[in-house]
Nanobody, 115 residues
Framework: QVQVVESGGGLVQPGGSLRLSCAAS????????MGWYRQAPGKQRELVAIITRGGITNYADSVKGRFTISRDNAKNTVYLQMNSLKPEDTAVYYC?????????WGQGTQVTVSS
């Protein structure tokens, strides 16, 4: 089993930056893909960015050029650097970790972009 815990959310003004962290624990050697998703009020959860075991990344069109997903293998942590934030980026951001057998989700962290 894998556990993930997110941190780093908060309130930021439009145009500002935040960095989210996702710390993984447990059977981390079994993780194939880690990703960030978000869910705004009244909307479905959507993919933001993923990073594979081999370091391949993929982004939603809405965040390309503004967000960067990265990882620190020594710390078993994945990051989401968010720049040029917009009000429409406001959402609860969730981290997940996928293995062959299952998907583990964190509890989410709130990001609010507002002046």
């Amino acid at each position: 089993q894998v556990q993930v815990v997110e941190s780093g959310g908060g309130l930021v003004q439009p145009g500002g930056s935040l960095r989210l962290s996702c710390a993984a624990s447990g059977r981390i050697f079994s993780i194939n893909v880690m990703g960030w998703y978000r869910q705004a009020p009244g909307k479905q959860r959507e993919l933001v960015a993923i990073i594979t075991r081999g370091g391949i990344t993929n982004y939603a069109d809405s965040v390309k050029g503004r967000f960067t997903i990265s990882r620190d293998n020594a710390k078993n942590t994945v990051y989401l650097q968010m720049n040029s934030l917009k009000p429409e980026d406001t959402a609860v951001y969730y981290c997940n970790a996928r293995t062959v057998a299952d998907v583990s989700w964190g509890q989410g962290t709130q990001v609010t972009v507002s002046s």
